[in-house]
Nanobody
Framework: QVQLVESGGGLVQPGGSLRLSCTASGNIFSFDAMGWYRQAPGKQRELVAAIPRAGITNYADSVKGRFTISRDIAKNTVFLQMNSLKPEDTAVYYC?????????WGQGTQVTVSS
């Protein structure tokens, strides 16, 4: 059973930074891709950033230049560095992993950007 555990959310002022972490129960290189999604109140869940096993990362237009997805294979962890945060980035952020068309989700971590 795959488990994804997120951490790093919290309350931050506009313009601030946060780094989210997602640690998997197994080797993250076994996944076809991993990514971060977010869901704001009253809105659909949307892709924020993804990193495939091989290939280039991709980002939602709304976060390009501000967010960076990366991974530490030795630690089975994927990160989302979020800079220049805006109030509209407020949402629950979910870690996602895909393997052989199966999707796995973390429990989510709240990010609130407010003064």
């Amino acid at each position: 059973q795959v488990q994804l555990v997120e951490s790093g959310g919290g309350l931050v002022q506009p313009g601030g930074s946060l780094r989210l972490s997602c640690t998997a129960s197994g080797n993250i290189f076994s996944f076809d891709a991993m990514g971060w999604y977010r869901q704001a109140p009253g809105k659909q869940r949307e892709l924020v950033a993804a990193i495939p096993r091989a290939g280039i990362t991709n980002y939602a237009d709304s976060v390009k230049g501000r967010f960076t997805i990366s991974r530490d294979i030795a630690k089975n962890t994927v990160f989302l560095q979020m800079n220049s945060l805006k109030p509209e980035d407020t949402a629950v952020y979910y870690c996602n992993a895909v393997r052989n068309a199966w999707e796995y989700w973390g429990q989510g971590t709240q990010v609130t950007v407010s003064s």
